[in-house]
């Protein structure tokens, strides 16, 4: 009884004295708005006279980008389409590519425990180079694979090549 008694109370305060969290209440101001931003881009436009330099802090002050009270950008999250090039798409991007690594490896598992002749295991230490490169290129395709495989159930294992423990 005590001890729901404590978690009861720990429940309670935390509930009660957590405040919210707020991005945009969270002291960001636009970057166009913050002293501190506004001097690192003139420090910046006259320590190099890079272009780039440049077009960079312009970019984040026409895109009315948030600043922080240090004057360095935020990336928001919150579903505004003006948004969704700073995390969306290279979210979008690295997921693609994380995918078209791993189904690479796995094809190319698949095709070296099809060979006849050869143990996989030395397939695996030394990588058949040739095969690798297929496998690459054809796992360019690989959400319309990893799709085709689902529908036809060779993607997942059937219930009986799923070893049990006795225990």
Same mark, same amino acid.
């Given at each position: ?8 109370? /720990? ?25 501190? %931003? ?13 272009? +780039?330099?440049?077009?960079? %802090?312009? $970019? $984040? ?15 928001? /999250? ?15 991007? %690295? ?26 295991? +030395? ?5 058949? /180079?040739?095969? *690798? ?12 694979? *990893? ?8 993607? /997942? *294992? ?6 049990? +423990?006795?225990?």
């Amino acid at each position: 009884m005590r001890r729901l008694l404590a978690l009861m109370l /720990v429940i309670g305060l935390w509930l009660n004295f957590t405040p919210p969290a707020k991005a945009l209440g969270a002291g960001l101001v636009p970057c166009g708005d913050s002293p501190e %931003f506004l001097q690192r881009a003139q420090t910046a436009r006259a320590s190099t006279d890079t272009r +780039s330099a440049q077009n960079r %802090f312009q $970019y $984040y002050i026409d895109n009315n980008a948030l600043c922080g009270p240090e004057g360095l950008p935020r990336l928001i /999250v919150d579903g505004r389409a003006g948004h969704l090039g700073d995390i969306t798409f290279p979210g979008l991007a %690295f997921l693609y590519i994380a995918g078209w690594i791993g189904w690479m490896g796995r094809s190319y598992i698949r095709a070296v425990k099809k060979m006849a002749g050869a143990s996989p295991e +030395s397939k695996e230490i030394a990588i058949d /180079v040739p095969l *690798a490169i297929k496998c690459g290129l054809g796992g360019a395709t690989w959400p319309i694979s *990893a799709i085709k495989e689902l529908l036809s159930g060779e993607l /997942v *294992a059937k219930d009986e090549e799923i070893p049990i +423990s006795i225990r």
